[in-house]
């Protein structure tokens, strides 16, 4: 049989009423009762009922977390940050994955906020406008947007500029001028902020900007890499920075090898995220790492703040990127 409230507090010689407010992180109960009620709690494997617990408390437990695409590698990473982390945490994690679809997450923010079925939100890469995430402002449920930075929620996200600045100084230190940019837009990626860390490096090294070696492409895809590739070997350049992430710089370097195009001997390529793939790709790719599993770990932590009342005001946590050198440049 489980075990109930009744038998810790026989146990504990404390009443049933008591336990309940030790549980429940009420006030005004003596430290040593506390730590009491919880040794025993642990000792007999007692765990609370947590569809009760809603019942009573108006709660759910719950923390939705909201992603664009669960088989990305970056989003699993971070959602590894968030498991680990959540062993610690009295809450249940619930997972919605939208796959991209902006109408799918526009749609499924109004319903999970109108409709109270999580306490929380974790938003990671998401697609969609401030304007259409604000729902979770106004209906007042806390909410943490991973991987952008978000004006009206709280966020975590990284030094999107000067990761594109270290790639850049990295590759004019290696003697490149003629260096190209592979952005993508979709999903909202901070691709001006990565854009202008490149322009940053290179006005820095007096070497001007060439909007003609921006090449945009649609997503962080292999496909995409290779459709650029046709672009940037036309411009001849001799090295490229991808801050449109790793899958599209892995492409690069798979189109240059169909073609017999030494890299890094004729073309140098820099990536942006460090996913596993990165390391397993030949030549292995160098590129900036984004502290994913870090970015979990802040998430988890800064929305429990929020529901647990210790953290109130609006905000921001920026980590920093980290340049990882392999074989690639």
Request: aromatic share 6%; net charge neutral; with cysteine.
């Amino acid at each position: 049989m489980p075990v109930t409230l009744k038998d810790i507090a026989e146990r504990a010689g404390v009443t049933s009423a008591t336990v309940s407010m030790v549980i429940n992180n009420k006030p005004n109960i003596s430290e040593a009762t506390r730590r009491k009620v919880l040794k025993i709690a642990k000792e007999l494997n007692y765990y609370p009922n947590v569809i009760a617990r809603g019942l009573a408390t108006r709660k759910s437990n719950s923390i939705g977390v909201i992603v664009p695409n669960l088989a990305s590698s970056f989003v699993v990473r971070i959602l590894q940050g968030i498991k680990s982390t959540n062993r610690d945490v009295d809450y249940t994690v619930t997972l919605f994955d939208t796959v991209g679809q902006k109408e799918n997450e526009s749609q499924l923010f109004q319903r999970l906020a109108r409709e109270r079925r999580i306490d929380g939100a974790i938003l990671i890469g998401t697609t969609v406008s401030e304007d259409e995430m604000k729902i979770f402002r106004d209906e007042s449920v806390p909410c943490i947007v991973v991987a952008r930075k978000c004006d009206i929620l709280d966020s975590v996200y990284v030094n999107n500029e000067g990761g594109a600045v270290d790639a850049t100084d990295y590759l004019i230190a290696k003697g490149h001028t003629a260096i190209a940019c592979v952005i993508c837009r979709k999903q909202n990626l901070p691709a001006e902020d990565r854009l202008n860390g490149y322009k940053k490096a290179l006005e820095k090294h007096n070497i001007a900007f060439n909007p003609a070696l921006v090449v945009e492409v649609d997503d962080d895809t292999i496909e995409a890499g290779h459709a650029a590739f046709e672009k940037l070997w036309a411009a001849q350049v001799t090295a490229v920075f991808v801050p449109a992430g790793d899958m599209a710089a892995i492409g690069i370097v798979q189109e240059a090898k169909k073609r017999g195009i030494p890299v890094p001997g004729k073309l140098a390529v820099v990536g942006f995220d460090d996913i596993p793939a990165a390391e397993v790709v030949e030549p292995m790719l160098t590129t900036v790492r984004q502290p994913k599993l870090e970015m979990g770990d802040y998430a988890i932590n800064m929305i429990v703040d929020k529901l647990e009342g210790r953290e109130s005001e609006l905000k921001h946590k920026e980590l920093p990127t980290k340049f990882i050198v392999r074989e690639s440049a």
